[in-house]
């Protein structure tokens, strides 16, 4: 039995996203979609921190920033990469400064394509990381490695 | 009249083991009544103990092992000060012990390298000063009323504190939102889903040292409403509806207002709050003959 699936605190980051999706995160905050039902909190500080978020494909200026807030959440957790930009890059794959999804800089547990993402399918993805988030302190628990993942676990 | 030590015994141990019980429950309702004045459903009413819980599964990340020490501290002299308090013990050792724990939560915030956290200690340490000398004007007045300093003599007092002390009252209410981390005055943390700079004091507070804050937020709780009963002491029917009113009326208030800036929570603290209890003060000195106490 984990209390992690009961109260799964959020942090958000918006690694060069047009936007699009990260109204879509905080729509879900909203009273129509109310996901403080399920115990979720959105922290703002990675510290406090259980599932990380992410929106929108990665580059040079801010990998180091997404790999440092990273870094910064305590075990167990799990990544969600938001958007089809956050997946693979989206329509800005082939820039010259893009790299492509957040999984060429840190591991991601669940992918929630969409442009942008309804916050449906974002709770949904939430959700899913849940049980990877279980599974996680569990391993955790037996003393296994925690990370990383395989990429794709999720969907 | 000083109750004997076995019962004092009790009551301390009553208190510590119940208090993060009732804290916990009233921090849920809290949360749900936010929730419905926000036209949401709201978290389960156990919520604030699952997020416990949850805390205390995660990893403990640490940037000074210092700070380990300073949060135990913060819960160890929080719940001392709530067990002198419902035994009966000395207002003024009540607050001494108060304003120490809260001390050590500033220190362990300091102890980071965050700037984040550093502006949140800041802040925690304004608000001290904000509300600190009502806590103890609000001691000095009780002991104008009833001649004593125990508050086990001043819940049995049969004498309506709150008819004389109304402007004390009204200026530990306005504290009580200081001390309870709501809006307008949430500047140091916040709780719910609110956001400081980052998160304010508790930052660089990851895993079982948030929760141990936590705690010690839930002890304070029941402390802080354990004043207000003292207040209305002498029915206590009247008192616990006194300590829901007051508390409904914090909750609205936290929903209504927006955060302000430090000065003016020092501001309002001070001047407003400061005025009411000295005029309060003033005007019972001033009756003292004609009172009778």
């Keep these: 039995m984990t209390y992690l699936t009961k109260s799964p605190w959020i942090v958000h980051y918006d690694c060069s996203s047009c936007n699009g999706c990260d109204i879509e995160v905080l729509a879900a905050l909203t009273p129509v979609y109310d996901v403080e039902r399920f115990g979720i909190i959105n922290t703002g500080n990675p510290k406090h921190a259980d599932i990380f978020l992410v929106t929108g494909s990665v580059n040079e200026q801010n990998k180091p920033v997404l790999k440092n807030i990273y870094e910064q959440i305590p075990e167990p957790k799990v990544v969600v990469a938001i958007g089809i930009c956050a997946t693979s890059g989206g329509i800005f794959r082939e820039c010259y400064n893009v790299q492509g999804g957040i999984d060429k800089v840190i591991p991601v547990d669940v992918y929630v394509p969409g442009c942008a993402a309804r916050p449906e399918s974002i709770i949904d993805g939430v959700v899913t990381a849940l049980g990877i988030l279980a599974k996680k302190r569990q391993a955790m628990q037996e003393g296994g490695s925690t990370t990383p993942a395989k990429a794709g676990e999720g969907r | ?293």
């Design chain 2, 1 to 293: 009249m000083i109750p004997d030590l076995t019962v004092r015994v009790g009551a301390a141990l009553l208190y510590i083991i119940l208090a993060p019980l009732v804290g916990g429950l009233v921090v849920g309702i809290d949360r749900k009544v936010t929730a419905r004045m926000q036209g949401r459903v709201g978290p389960p009413v156990l919520q604030p103990f699952y997020d416990v819980l949850k805390l205390f599964e995660k990893e403990n990340l640490v940037v000074a092992t210092a700070q380990n020490y300073y949060v135990l501290s913060y819960l160890v002299f929080m719940a001392v000060a709530g067990a002198l308090f419902f035994s009966g013990g000395d207002m003024l050792l009540v607050i001494f012990a108060f304003t120490l724990s809260h001390i050590f939560l500033v220190l362990g915030a300091y102890n980071s390298f965050s700037p984040y956290s550093h502006i949140g200690a800041e802040r925690e340490l304004i608000q001290i000063i904000a509300y600190e000398p009502m806590i103890i004007l609000t001691a000095v007045g009780m002991y104008m009323v009833t001649k004593t300093f125990y508050v086990g003599e001043i819940a049995t007092s049969t004498i309506p504190i709150i008819m004389y002390l109304p402007g004390i009252f009204i200026g530990y209410l306005i504290v009580l939102t200081i001390k309870l981390r709501k809006s307008p005055f949430d500047l140091s943390t916040s709780h719910h889903a609110h956001q400081e700079i980052v998160k304010g004091v508790t930052t660089d507070f990851t895993g079982p040292n948030l929760a141990i804050i936590e705690i010690s937020h839930w002890y304070e709780y029941v402390f802080l409403l354990g004043v207000v009963y003292l207040f209305f002491a002498f029915n206590p029917f009247i008192a616990i509806a006194a300590i829901i009113v007051a508390y409904f009326v914090e909750i609205l208030i936290d929903n209504t207002t927006s955060r302000v800036k430090w000065q003016l929570t020092l501001r309002t603290a001070w001047i407003i709050a400061g005025t009411l209890c000295l005029v309060n003060l003033g005007v019972l000195y001033y009756l003292q003959g004609v009172l009778t106490l």
